[in-house]
């Protein structure tokens, strides 16, 4: 349980009081000092509250009064006395007053005041400025305790009372600050008097060096705004503050003699912040910012009349929801703590109706016994008493102290018996209630049972739905494993193509360098060998012409033979001698043909291969082209390795095997040429 907040002292009534009379200030009655009072006359004891100004709990609060002191001018008030000639300033309010009072000086207008109208004492000013300040915490500390109480959760840093304390708090220590010279000009900051805490309290050093951690903060401000901040989570600001107070002599380095923490103000707020310590506060501040923030007193919050009751229904509703909800779930606790007590007891009460249902069996068995001497007791007392009848008197006396003890053991044994019988019912009775016990025991276990049975489902839900997850996982895994040995197998297939990309690239660079190294030698060749190829050509065009003259004149030369021998029948005699001189003179036009052939092969600047001369060795073959008889060659085409006629191989040209030119046939010729002229070079 949290503890209470301490009961305001007399400098510290609660906001909640009006004025005596109907809650009216009058300023013709103004709050006066003592005959002999001085200008520290501010610092006296607060009088005590009257108690006709005290307002019932259930009032709404009543607003605070703005008060304007006009000074020592008396412009301000035409009904007011003339002020005291001796006195040069106007002590405000005590803190005893019943309503808190925000006095703010102004000037005097200039009207016929007293000898010192124009003129202010600044401890007078000082003094409405910490009084000012000391109803506003009053205010907010308060109204904090009363929200937090009512709202019965953890605040955190959106709540608006707990900014608008944060910002009081800040201006408390900031009055009477002073100033530093730095070489950006002046600097006032409450960041210094807070660091001071470190060294007085050690507790406080953890504060000051999560605060010096916190990475977003900038400025000393925003430290001194996240060390408050870390304080009240801490539950120690009041500890801190008391402690940081009463080093006077320590705040007189940071602070001006009629600063707020240097009066006995700020001793009242100190302890006013022990009622802090009841509520529970949580911040995040690494998203917070902390170093801009402005801070501006929302006067708003503490303005309220009889109608601001109406509009605190809805955090009612809410607070009602959330003691519903604690009350269910501290039931759910209590009735599982029940259940598992009661089947505690379930099973004792099993372990020991066993045990009776036992005992209870060996009753039987005794009363059955019991019974039965009974019986055979009264058989024998029947005996006796006949035999005492008939027989003789001393019989009697024997038989009848007999018969006495006999009376006497049944008393016992009947005695015996109704104990038995009245423990019977008992255990009957305790037997009724344990079943009554049972009955809704089972009854309990039957409901938790169904409970269980929803929670089982439930459970078979999540593990179904876990299965599913894990399958879809596995799957996932699976696609994933696919793709990684996928992606490896296309990254070992781009490797592959990569070198073999390099490997072309340098096949490439070197057909390049080769085919540049063709074209110069070509070029060259050119330069050196042009006018020999043309005269070699020039040449061999004469000669093929006087070749296919030749071949002209030899078919002209058969066909007129031919004529003759059908003109001439009767000179059948002298066919084969003309056959004969026939085959001479061709064979003479070979053998020209064949030395302008071998004298042209001289003329030629490269030498004939050996498959060439395998070639030419061998037999006269028919031309692939013309196909005559006539044109018996062994010019070899060095493109297409074909064997042709002068007519149809009188073509050279350079091939890519060989820089000179070769002789190639007129389809090879023309392929050549296409080609060269296609070719960029």
């Excluded at 069996?361 to 007791?377: D, F, G, K, P, Y």
């Excluded at 297939?493 to 390049?512: C, D, F, G, S, V």
């Excluded at 050509?537 to 007129?560: A, D, G, H, I, P």
């Excluded at 060095?638 to 191989?649: E, M, Q, V, Y």
Aim: contains cysteine.
């Amino acid at each position: 349980m949290a503890e209470t907040p301490p009961p305001p002292t007399a400098g510290a009534e609660s906001c909640s009081e009006e004025p005596a009379r109907g809650g009216e200030w009058r300023p013709e009655e103004p709050r006066r000092a003592p005959a002999g009072g001085t200008d520290r006359e501010s610092e006296a004891g607060p009088p005590p509250a009257s108690p006709a100004g005290q307002l019932e709990p259930d009032s709404p609060v009543a607003a605070p009064f703005f008060l304007l002191y006009s000074g020592d001018g008396g412009a301000g008030f035409g009904a007011r006395p003339p002020p005291q000639q001796q006195r040069s300033w106007r002590t405000p309010p005590s803190p005893g007053s019943p309503l808190p009072f925000l006095l703010l000086s102004y000037p005097s207008g200039g009207g016929g005041g007293g000898s010192g109208s124009g003129k202010h004492h600044p401890n007078y000013l000082m003094a409405n400025e910490r009084m000012n300040l000391m109803n506003m915490a009053k205010l907010s500390i308060k109204g904090l305790i009363e929200s937090a109480l009512n709202l019965g959760r953890t605040l955190d840093s959106d709540y608006a009372p707990l900014q608008q304390f944060f910002v009081v708090m800040e201006h408390c220590l900031k009055h009477g600050l002073k100033a530093k010279k730095t070489f950006l000009g002046q600097n006032k900051s409450f960041w210094g008097p807070l660091e001071l805490v470190e060294k007085l309290v050690p507790e406080a050093a953890e504060i000051t060096a999560s605060v010096k951690d916190l990475p977003g903060l900038k400025t000393p401000v925003g430290r001194g705004r996240a060390w408050l901040r870390l304080a009240l989570m801490q539950k120690k600001l009041s500890e801190y503050m008391k402690a940081l107070i009463n080093k006077k002599e320590l705040l007189s380095e940071f602070y001006e003699p009629n600063a707020l923490m240097m009066e006995e103000e700020g001793a009242i707020i100190a302890g006013l912040l022990v009622g802090l310590n009841v509520i529970d506060a949580n911040f995040c501040m690494k998203g917070e910012d902390l170093d801009s923030q402005v801070g501006v007193i929302d006067f708003s919050m503490y303005l309220k009349d009889g109608n601001s009751s109406k509009g605190s229904e809805g955090d009612g509703q809410i607070t009602a929801i959330l003691d519903q909800k604690n009350y269910v779930e501290e039931l759910n606790r209590h009735l599982n703590a029940t259940v598992n007590n009661l089947q505690a007891k379930v099973d004792a009460l099993e372990k020991s109706n066993t045990k009776l249902t036992e005992e209870l069996a060996v009753a039987n068995n005794r009363i059955i016994t019991l019974q039965e001497e009974m019986e055979r007791v009264k058989e024998e007392s029947s005996y006796i008493l006949e035999s005492n009848r008939k027989g003789p008197k001393q019989d009697r006396t024997a038989e009848g102290q007999a018969l006495s003890e006999a009376r006497k053991h049944l008393k016992e044994e009947t005695q015996l018996r109704l104990d038995v019988e009245k423990e019977l019912e008992m255990q009957i009775s305790m037997r009724q209630e344990m079943e009554l016990a049972m009955k809704m025991l089972e009854k309990d276990v039957c409901e938790k049972q169904d409970a269980l049975v929803s929670l089982r489902q439930q459970l078979d839900d999540l593990r179904a739905l876990k299965h599913e997850l894990a399958f879809k996982l596995q799957s996932s895994d699976l696609g994933v494993k696919q793709k990684s040995e996928l992606n490896s197998r296309l990254e070992e297939k781009t490797n592959q193509m990569a070198a073999t990309i390099k490997q072309l690239e340098q096949r490439l660079r070197q057909a390049e360098r080769s085919r540049q190294s063709a074209e110069l030698d070509n070029r060259l060749f050119k330069q050196d060998f042009g006018d020999k190829i043309n005269s070699l050509q020039l040449e061999v065009e004469e000669l093929t012409r006087q070749r296919n003259q030749l071949e002209l004149e030899l078919k002209q030369e058969k066909e007129r033979r031919l004529q003759n021998d059908r003109s001439i029948p009767g000179k059948g005699s002298q066919k084969p001698e003309s056959k004969m001189d026939g085959k001479h003179k061709m064979q003479e036009e070979n053998v020209k043909l064949k030395k302008s052939l071998e004298e042209s092969h001289r003329l030629q600047p490269h030498p004939v291969d050996e498959q060439d001369q395998l070639l030419l060795s061998e037999k006269p073959q028919v031309c692939q082209l013309c196909q005559e008889d006539g044109s018996l060659t062994k010019n070899v085409c060095k493109n297409c390795r074909g064997t042709f006629c002068d007519a149809c191989s009188t073509n050279k040209l350079p091939l890519p095997s060989s820089i000179k030119p070769e002789r190639v046939c007129s389809p090879c010729h023309k392929h050549l040429i296409k080609q060269y002229s296609t070719s960029p070079s």
